[in-house]
Nanobody, 127 residues
Framework: EVQLQASGGGLVEAEGSVTLSCGSP????????IHWFRQAPGKEREGVSC????????YYADSVKGRFIVSRDNAKNTLTLQMNSLKTEDTAVYYC????????????????????WGQGTLVTVSS
């Protein structure tokens, strides 16, 4: 199982922006759909967004649609989640993982089948 590392989090004011990155020091990720999850304090982990291996398909949870942008550049081996218009309820530890496809169902499958999680990154949104 490929474990990924999310990075780029920090403290940001409400309505601000932050961009997270996802990567693996051991594996190339060109052949994987990448999924983003988050876990807020005291809450269950939830799916946020995903992007297909080619980047041609994306999906966003309703809670972040219109505010977050997921992207990838396979040539540069970059995977990012741009988070705009942040709200205090976006405060969470963000994680990324792989799955074979990107869709609402794929996000649910990736979440339910994960045996372990790589390094997450904390995003704290202050009011």
């Amino acid at each position: 199982e490929v474990q990924l590392q999310a990075s780029g989090g920090g403290l940001v004011e409400a309505e601000g922006s932050v961009t997270l990155s996802c990567g693996s020091p051991e594996f190339g990720l060109d052949d994987y759909a990448i999924h983003w999850f988050r876990q807020a304090p005291g809450k269950e982990r939830e799916g946020v967004s995903c992007i297909s291996d080619s980047g041609g398909v994306t999906y966003y949870a309703d809670s972040v649609k219109g505010r977050f942008i997921v992207s990838r550049d396979n040539a540069k081996n970059t995977l990012t989640l741009q988070m705009n218009s942040l709200k205090t309820e976006d405060t969470a530890v963000y994680y990324c993982s792989t799955w074979s496809y990107c869709s609402k169902h794929g996000l649910e499958m990736a979440l339910s089948h994960a045996d372990s999680w790589g390094q997450g990154t904390l995003v704290t949104v202050s009011s």
